[in-house]
């Protein structure tokens, strides 16, 4: 078994990305993922065009969004409103480990789709489900997107400077967020069911996962009643901060604890004066003049280029990197060297490099083995292998419109 999780089945019947990237997750790792989705319609995201200023649409009318979101599946289309198409649900989870949903609870009740009904075809059944805002209180039952969990959860107002209003994260970090959450909670149900034979319903949410991120902001406000304070980066610590460099490029500084690097500090700036400036001299001497010396330390890291700043720094082992875009990430060798970023063989876009599985097994390898697949790619192929279907009976449901 190459593989962690070869012979591992699992249904996709969610959308968009919280939820669904989670199973392209399991995907990297070896399960057989199958995405149901409706017929001639498919999930929405497959028409996802741009969000906000961000084009989405690449080569072979595919959404670049989709692509992420369902790498290494097959899809599946089948009209749950049926009956027929109900049965066919059945009939796969039947033969499935996990099923996954972010349809909201009133949408699973008329499909017939809740944990309950389907553990009674599948007892040991891994029922993943993913929400906006989580499996009890007021708002149980409403529907959310990624941005909605960075607003409610803190997240906005952890980002950007002091005295600046909320702040938006880039799209998709906590539907992204949300995906590894829910990975990790399937792949924990898994290994309880190994042990005791028990399936179980795994529920997860944008909210949830976006306060996850948030853990010591959010432990620091309940235990002390105070927020972490947004960063300033003018008076903010001088050696955990970042600096522009004479090729207008940035430096990133966490030089932690400060009194352990402090003396090496001065020397690779060549201003060893500044170890014994009674100004700075001391842990709360360096906190409380923290505007005085990023000034300072501001004017020194102009007189040099970044590249150079790196390389002395190396020479002094104080902590420290580039400020890179993600533009830039193809072009580290520390990305490339340990695969990162990875050369793939896209069917409609030819080689490209994608984000590869950031972590490594001894034993077993993981990462993208599939693009997206075209919409109903694989229906016969599934229904006849795993649904028991014959060729017969998949025409009779193609012209009664079920799949």
């Known amino acids: 078994?190459?593989?962690?999780?070869?012979?591992?089945?699992?249904?996709?019947?969610?959308?968009?990305?919280?939820?669904?990237?989670?199973?392209?997750?399991?995907?990297?790792?070896?399960?057989?993922?199958?995405?149901?989705?409706?017929p001639k319609v498919g999930d929405p995201m497959r028409r996802l065009w741009r969000v906000g200023g961000v084009p989405l649409h690449i080569a072979g009318d595919r959404s670049l969004f989709f692509e992420g979101a369902n790498r290494n599946k097959k899809s599946v289309t089948v009209d749950l409103k049926t009956d027929k198409g109900n049965e066919i649900l059945h009939r796969l989870v039947a033969e499935t480990d996990v099923l996954l949903t972010n349809m909201r609870p009133k949408a699973l009740e008329k499909l017939r789709m809740t944990y309950p009904l389907l553990r009674e075809t599948k007892p040991d059944l891994i029922y993943a489900s993913v929400s906006a805002f989580g499996p009890k209180g007021p708002d149980k039952d409403r529907g959310g997107f990624d941005y909605l969990g960075q607003a409610r959860s803190g997240f906005m107002y952890s980002m950007g400077e002091a005295d600046t209003?909320?702040?938006?994260?880039?799209?998709?970090?906590?539907?992204?967020?949300?995906?590894?959450?829910?990975?990790?909670?399937?792949?924990?149900?898994?290994?309880?069911?190994?042990?005791?034979?028990?399936?179980?319903?795994?529920?997860?949410?944008?909210?949830?996962?976006?306060m996850s991120l948030l853990y010591f902001n959010v432990l620091i406000a309940q235990l002390t009643g105070g927020e972490v304070p947004r960063p300033r980066r003018s008076t903010d610590q001088a050696m955990r901060n970042y600096y522009r460099c004479k090729d207008d490029r940035w430096i990133m500084l966490t030089?932690?604890?400060?009194?352990?690097?402090?003396?090496?500090?001065?020397?690779?700036?060549?201003?060893?004066?500044?170890?014994?400036?009674?100004?700075?001299?001391?842990?709360?001497?360096?906190?409380?003049?923290?505007?005085?010396?990023?000034?300072?330390?501001?004017?020194?890291?102009?007189?040099?280029?970044?590249?150079?700043?790196?390389?002395?720094?190396?020479?002094?082992?104080?902590?420290?990197?580039?400020?890179?875009?993600?533009?830039?990430?193809?072009?580290?060798?520390?990305?490339?060297?340990?695969?990162?970023?990875?050369?793939?063989?896209?069917?409609?876009?030819?080689?490209?490099?994608?984000?590869?599985?950031?972590?490594?097994?001894?034993?077993?390898?993981?990462?993208?083995?599939?693009?997206?697949?075209?919409?109903?790619?694989?229906?016969?192929?599934?229904?006849?292998?795993?649904?028991?279907?014959t060729e017969r009976e998949i025409g009779a449901l193609r012209e009664e419109g079920v799949i």
Request: contains cysteine; proline residues 5%; glycine residues 10%.
């Open 1 to 38: 078994m190459n593989r962690p999780l070869e012979g591992i089945r699992a249904l996709d019947c969610g959308i968009y990305h919280a939820g669904p990237g989670g199973l392209a997750i399991l995907g990297d790792l070896g399960a057989e993922v199958i995405k149901i989705e409706q």
């Open 165 to 210: 209003p909320p702040v938006v994260c880039q799209f998709g970090i906590i539907d992204q967020a949300t995906a590894i959450m829910v990975s990790q909670h399937i792949l924990t149900a898994l290994y309880v069911r190994e042990r005791t034979g028990k399936g179980q319903e795994v529920n997860v949410s944008i909210l949830g996962s976006a």
């Open 255 to 389: 030089l932690t604890p400060p009194g352990r690097y402090w003396s090496s500090l001065c020397l690779a700036l060549g201003h060893p004066e500044l170890e014994k400036d009674p100004r700075f001299d001391t842990d709360d001497g360096r906190w409380q003049n923290a505007r005085e010396l990023v000034s300072v330390l501001d004017a020194v890291f102009l007189t040099r280029s970044m590249d150079s700043w790196l390389k002395t720094f190396e020479e002094y082992d104080l902590l420290c990197c580039a400020v890179q875009s993600v533009s830039d990430l193809a072009k580290d060798p520390q990305v490339m060297e340990n695969g990162y970023l990875v050369d793939f063989d896209h069917p409609t876009l030819g080689k490209v490099k994608i984000p590869g599985y950031t972590a490594h097994f001894s034993e077993n390898s993981a990462g993208t083995i599939s693009a997206s697949p075209d919409l109903g790619e694989h229906t016969d192929e599934v229904l006849m292998e795993i649904g028991g279907y």
